[in-house]
């Protein structure tokens, strides 16, 4: 996607790979049910749109025993991508992946075993972080 300088130019180029993907796929995020929510230095993308507004809001999210495991550095991020696969995205991604119904139940038997998928970038004195991390149930 390149540098990006802000939230805005940031959520602007990674909307447009997006929109690319969609054309090519012949499927828009809100045809596979997901809800992108946008505000207060946030960006959320759920299938399901009231969880997706309650990450805007002051949440408990960073109490969740899951995400602590996957993004442990939660506190000092400045970009998270956290997957809960014992949620409604695991079946809404199995859903959206193929009109194949033999696809989206090989997805699912794969997952089975996923708890959650994490990863986080944060700067500490002048040192850029990365941390990608996958838990099993």
Known sequence: IGQAHSLRE???RSGAVADKVEGEQGKTRADGG????GGNGKVTLSYDAGYAKSLQSKGDLGGNDSFKKVVPQAAKASVVFYV???S????????SMSSDPSSAKDFLVNTDPLEAFGMSSWSDAGTSHVLVKLTTD
């Open 84 to 86: 809960d696969f014992n």
């Open 10 to 12: 940031a959520w602007a």
């Open 34 to 37: 997901v809800s992108v929510r």
């Open 88 to 95: 409604k995205w695991r079946a809404g991604i199995a859903n």
